[in-house]
């Protein structure tokens, strides 16, 4: 399937029907970006609850913000930049982030249970973590 991109500032019931017919034309996946509070979280439960009878395997959301404090949580982690998240296909989710670790690296098992968490809870199957003492970005307001 050929990948269409489109960069659209929509809101409210215009998005929602954007959305909806975007979907409808045989595009498999959607993201939703905007600033914390404008509401991309309820977007994205009302059109999974409209269209969901469209997919018979199902679909899922991923709640990045919780992603992020699965990170955060974990020992060491001091704070995560640059996380993306991604889908490849139809069920095959990408992840990869900065983890913030002044403590410095961990060991092998560290990252064994941090994938298997991810999988487990958000179905995120390929996971990459890179490691940092010290960020070297500032963290942009939009990222937290």
């Known amino acids: 399937m050929k990948e ?3 960069h659209r500032r929509l809101s409210g019931e215009r998005a929602l029907t954007w959305v909806d017919e975007t979907l409808s034309e045989a595009i498999d996946k959607v993201t939703i970006t905007g600033p914390g509070g ?7 439960i009302q059109v999974a609850s409209d269209v969901i ?3 018979p395997a199902g679909l899922w959301f991923i709640d990045l913000s919780a992603v992020r404090r699965q990170l955060e949580a974990l020992p060491g982690v001091e704070r995560v930049n640059d996380l993306h998240v991604w889908a490849t296909g139809t069920s095959d989710v990408i992840l990869t982030a ?5 403590g410095g690296h961990p060991d092998d098992r560290f990252f064994e249970a941090a994938t298997h968490q991810l999988r487990d809870q958000f179905k995120i199957g390929h996971v990459t973590l890179q490691v940092l003492r010290e960020p070297f970005m500032t963290l942009c307001e939009v990222d937290r």
């Open 4 to 6: 269409r991109t489109s």
């Open 38 to 44: 404008c509401g991309k979280t309820r977007l994205a």
């Open 53 to 55: 009878h469209r997919y």
């Open 98 to 102: 900065h983890l913030v670790m002044p």
